[in-house]
């Protein structure tokens, strides 16, 4: 069964570093999103993308956030210079198209900012 | 008020057990619902997905949406120790036909051999 893949399963950077956050949506999929968890708190979203751009954030994405997909299969989330508070788990998911509001998740990346 | 809530539990029954697992929402607009599964750090895993109001089974699993009350259940029969997770309540469809999924905090269920 076809499932969305993220990579690395844990990064550990120190504060003010960057760090890519890579996904590999289901294929076929056309929407993409990223999601953040922090430990013991709700999964948050944080942006959708479609067609090439961003077609929704949360006030949670600023500027020193940004996604891209440099090719027709990976999926990245950008953090330019990382705060301790945006350690939290990173989720990307992925939906088919038009009919269905249905996400599928991956697994998720852990991100440690020290 | 908050978007969406859900008791956290945790929740601790025998196996066998009927669960019932529900969230109530205040934006009226929200249209698709879904039942989330996540297992200790891992990814939510769908478990059930419904659109407006109704009632949705799947093998031991039912969803029932109530839009006029804004409240969602999530019926697990015959619950097993493999039941055992968070599960998280999901919702879109918001302002301008949002396709953000705005979540519940989860309910932590513990089935009991």
């Known amino acids: 069964e076809p499932e969305v893949t993220q990579t690395p399963s844990h990064q550990v950077t120190q504060m003010g570093q960057e760090v890519i956050l890579r996904c590999v949506p289901i294929s076929n999929h056309l929407y993409f999103y990223w999601y953040r968890q922090i430990l013991g708190q709700k999964v948050e979203f944080l942006v959708s993308?479609?067609?090439?751009?961003?077609?929704?954030k949360s006030e949670i994405f600023d500027d020193q956030f940004s996604v891209e997909r440099p090719d027709g299969s990976n999926f990245t989330l950008k953090i330019r210079s990382t705060k301790l508070e945006d350690s939290a788990m990173y989720f990307c998911a992925s939906r088919p198209g038009q009919g269905t509001d249905t996400q599928y998740f991956g697994p998720g990346t852990r991100l440690t900012v020290l | 008020q908050k978007e969406v809530e859900q008791d956290p539990g945790p929740l601790s029954v025998p196996e066998g057990a009927i669960v019932s697992l529900n969230c109530t929402y205040s934006?009226?607009?929200?249209?698709?619902f879904m039942w989330y599964r996540q297992y200790s750090r891992k990814g939510p895993e769908l478990l059930m997905y419904?659109?407006?109001?109704g009632n949705k089974e799947d093998g031991r699993f039912t969803a029932q949406v109530d839009k006029s009350s804004k409240y969602i259940s999530l019926f697990i029969r015959d619950s097993q120790p493999s039941d055992s997770a968070t599960y998280l309540c999901a919702m879109s469809g918001g302002q301008g036909g949002s396709e953000k999924l705005v979540f519940g905090k989860g309910t932590k269920l513990t089935v009991n051999p």
């Open positions: 934006n009226s607009a929200f249209q698709y």
């Open positions: 419904t659109y407006s109001s």
């Open positions: 993308f479609y067609n090439n751009e961003i077609s929704e």
